[in-house]
């Protein structure tokens, strides 16, 4: 009964303590927005790893690695390696990039995705839209800059991971397995952003 009474009357502060202004009320929601959107995307990030290395399991990829539980751990570790590399590399690249895109860069609406269109040119619509947020972003004046935090990362990555794939005792698989795994990872990016835009979900 207290606990519900506490939660639902609001709390006076205590005589000679000031209460908090409104600027710090905002800050302190945009900073667990902030908070829940990141465990979100790693939430997401984590279980695509796990997807990928089920998968991975499934189509014997790569076929050094046995069909066993073993040869699944390898692969779920090779996984997990590339996700923290990348999540680690953007980060690093992201505060040395030149150019900085604000916060809500991604939440440009994508004209033309939403509803009230038809389906054909919002698929058209968010496929060019993912695609751009991936290849692109805009700073905070407007200007479009390659975006180099996303890709960097992923092409770091994806070299990275050959410290332990078995591709790296061949140069030629080696850089075609790079190669693959940066188009798969970037479009993989571009798919999702098109989701969102299809979505209405900016």
Known sequence: MLALVAVGVPQRPLRGQAAPSPAAVTVDSSRHDAATSHRAHLTLVAAGALGAATFNQATAMPAAWPRTWRGYGARVADQA???????????????????????????????????????????????????????????ASGARRPNLPLLGAIAGASALSLAWRPERADHGKGLVFVGTRFGVVTGGAALTDAWRALRGRE
Do not use: N, Q
């Open 81 to 139: 390696g590339f996700a923290v590399a990348e999540e680690s590399l953007r980060a690093v690249l992201t505060r040395a990039s030149p150019w900085r895109a604000p916060r809500d860069a991604a939440a440009v609406p994508c004209e033309g995705a939403g509803p009230g269109h038809a389906w054909v040119a919002r698929v058209g619509r968010a496929a060019s839209c993912g695609i751009a947020r991936t290849l692109v972003v805009r700073t």
